[in-house]
């Protein structure tokens, strides 16, 4: 008795993945799981990178002359202060979307999406502009993103970039900035501190989320707190990451006081 061809055609995709726009109640293969959160997480810290480079050295110049007796120190803080600030508002911002009438949970889950964006792309900034201060200056692409990941992670990060280029985790954010590491070995740092990346933030992230759907204006409450949450541990990070500020300006090989290296830059 021949089979229909809708029961032979059941039996050869048996073995086969559903697809993923058609529920299933096959098991979410983890390893596959997380690489697609690492091919996102790569092409939001790529478009980060990219976006704030170009600005990185004019905010940190125009910090410096609107506060030209300030050392870099004071000049990080201004930047730790801001970026606080940039990242508290975003997620307010997108938990008060929930308590709008006619807007609802679903316009609240978009939003997340975007703020997520711009929570990365000011930690981008972040990064690369207090690595200006510290006269670090990562020349291309891979670079950028690596140093963006390992001062999100703090510590873990410079241990991570250490191993991979033999030197010690207090040296390694400086590395980043200086020429000559194959790209196959960058390669290699930003896919680890890709995964670490993932591991701390989504897990710490998950129930922010969930306090900006609160609707009736307790979410943008949550929102707000979470997100400054989140942005504190990024700082802490960043401090671990790069170690301490220098006490001086450092204007082509220079030591220079502040005020003298804003009229010599």
């Not at 900034?125 to 020349?139: F, N, R, S, Y």
Request: proline share 6%; charged share 25%.
């Amino acid at each position: 008795m021949r089979r229909s061809k809708s029961v032979a055609r059941q039996d050869r995709r048996a073995d086969e993945p559903a697809p993923s726009s058609v529920p299933s109640t096959t098991a979410v293969d983890p390893q596959k799981s997380g690489k697609s959160s690492l091919l996102v997480l790569t092409g939001l810290i790529d478009k980060a990178q990219r976006l704030q480079q170009p600005a990185v050295a004019k905010y940190v110049r125009r910090i410096r002359r609107k506060y030209p007796d300030e050392g870099p120190e004071q000049v990080i803080r201004r930047l730790e202060k801001h970026y606080l600030r940039t990242v508290t508002a975003s997620g307010g911002a997108v938990g008060a979307t929930a308590a709008v009438p006619g807007v609802g949970t679903l316009t609240a889950v978009s939003a997340i999406t975007a703020e997520s964006a711009l929570f990365i792309e000011a930690s981008a900034l972040l990064a690369l502009a207090i690595a200006e201060v510290h006269g670090i200056a990562p020349t291309d692409g891979e670079r950028r993103k690596a140093l963006v990941l390992a001062v999100a992670l703090g510590e873990e990060g410079a241990t991570v970039v250490g191993k991979a280029l033999g030197a010690r985790s207090s040296d390694a954010i400086a590395k980043l900035g200086v020429p000559g590491i194959p790209g196959a070995n960058l390669n290699t740092i930003n896919r680890a501190l890709g995964n670490k990346f993932i591991k701390k933030f989504t897990i710490g992230k998950a129930p922010v989320v969930m306090g900006k759907l609160v609707p009736g204006g307790i979410g943008a409450v949550i929102g707000g707190v979470g997100n400054r949450a989140l942005g504190s541990r990024v700082i802490r990070n960043s401090r671990e990451a790069f170690g301490p500020p220098p006490h001086f300006w450092d204007v082509d090989g220079e030591v220079i006081a502040p005020r003298r290296a804003i009229e010599a830059g």
